[in-house]
């Protein structure tokens, strides 16, 4: 399995990035998916995340009506649309996936099966 992100950068307060995450060796649509971030110093936290079998996603409510996380099974790709991009977003970004996951691994990062190696985001004047 490889999970491979993408879309990551430096950007100002107030900007947009569109991550993606092309996933390979894997039924995608099988797998539950998510988007989780780390600062330096900070621990991992779970960003947004999808159920295997859709249905509502979830945000960590620092980033909610700012973020949009959305999958292509058919591409089997995640993306994860962040607008409004403030300072505190800033850090690395990984994708990960769980087999028939549902949307509260993201309280929980350690029951994810398979992570990329991460991008990371910079939000700065």
């Known amino acids: 399995v490889r999970l491979v992100e993408s879309g990551g950068g430096l950007v100002q307060p107030g900007g947009s990035l569109r991550l993606s995450c092309a996933a390979s060796?894997?039924?995608?649509?099988?797998?539950?998916v998510g988007w989780f971030r780390q600062a330096p110093e900070k621990e991992r936290e779970g960003v947004s995340c999808l159920a295997w079998d859709g249905g509502s996603p979830y945000y960590l409510d620092s980033v909610k009506d700012r973020f949009t996380i959305s999958r292509d099974n058919a591409k089997n790709t995640l993306f994860l649309q962040m607008n409004n991009l403030k300072p505190e977003d800033t850090a690395t970004y990984h994708c990960a996936v769980r087999e028939y996951g549902g949307k509260l691994a993201c309280l929980g990062p350690g029951v994810m099966n398979y992570w990329g190696k991460g991008i990371p985001v910079t939000i700065s004047s």
């Open positions: 060796g894997l039924t995608f649509g099988d797998y539950g």
